[in-house]
DNA sequence: TCTTCTTTGCGTTATTATGACACAAAGTAA
DNA sequence: TTACTTTGTGTCATAATAACGCAAAGAAGA
């Protein structure tokens, strides 16, 4: 190993991570409370610094089981985030990273670091410590724009849903209303799911149709190209 | 500040550019040829280390300077790779970038870190060192997406341009064929370029219609939408 | 049970976008 | 002068899309 290269003085890496949670039609993102020095009792995104041995999805799951409680997420990179004063603590780059999940699987718990850990809705997150507004304006933009040519937000779904259950979920991430029969039309002929014959256990006397994600769909990706009525 | 900060152990940071020329009709990737260990003689993509008050802007420009004698680039960052083994010298996790430019603007000159500085053709990369052909998978698919969809390519370009070079740009890089008239309607019709009544210099006989990029526009997306005769 | 309202599945139609291709004018080369 | 190539500008058949209708089935209320 190069002599020099362990003595190579550079930035601290870390993480930060935007928690995408979607319960009664309502998308929402989980903040930390902070217990310490900087941003003491400001809200920030869960993050944490990059171990020696990690990797980031690693490091991405240790985060989210030591200061939430939940791990074993779908995970997709986002940016990484260079400004040299966006840690008043010292010089560190964070790579942020985007998740999604259903809090009705999940009790959250305040880890030891913060005070609180609540969910926010996307439309009234308050303003947030490091330059995390900007990562998490990221994201939502990010999973704006890939819900529309990936099938990403199954996650937060049951294994079987309804077309409305699914339109539902578009319509509250894309924040637009969608015409009920074009969507159904779209989403179907995209391929990626599936009509089920199986009823969902709790609908009684309901039986619209059930679907579920095709997992054999050849390539993973589409064009949706939706856009709202009038 | 934190006294424990930096104390803590973390992975080297480093940036990696994949950079793309085009010339002559021909889409080109730079790569060194390494003096030393690892990979000694072999080729690998232009990199190096961040310092502690660099920006990941500033070190990429660095890099350009040093190693290859050019910077001030069009610039975007890609993914951030962080296999364990990636790098045979201990843990660093690499942020990738990639860069247009025109090599007709600039001289390349080998630094004296390598041996040899050289243009491969796209379709005629060589074995790549450390993760450094995963690297330039994703840059080449990145910049076919992005081409789709925003204005980029246009570094590639003299300041005005004609059609038929801008088309055989774009078919160069998404390496397909496009029919000519419907190329120029869509490109038209997104309107992010401009008609220019200036005659390009050195064509003497020649009056094709110049265009240039529209820098006035609005929105800084579109939908090429692009498709292949037959 | 009868009536009313909502939800759901499955259509149709007018409009727009797209792919394929024709043609003439002007420059280029022989 | 005569091909040949390049460039600008169309047309047209087809596909994709947005907007919307309608009937069947359950839900709700009397």
Redesign the pocket.
Known sequence: MNPEFHTYKNPSLAVDLVVFGYHRQSLSVLLLNRKDAPFKDGWTLPGGFLQMEETLQQVCNRIMRTKIGIENLYLEQLYSFDAPQRDPRGRVISIAHYTLINPERFEIIAGKMANDVQWFPVNQIPELGFDHTEIFRQASQRLKSKILYHPVGFELLDETF????LQALYECILDISI????F???IL?AGFILLTGSKREG????????YKFNKDLKQNSF????????
Chains 1, 2 share one sequence.
């Open positions: 309804t077309m409305t259950e015409d009920r029969r074009n159904r039309r779209k002929d609908l009684k006397n309901r039986h619209p149709d059930l064009q949706l190209n939706i856009s709202s009525p009038q």
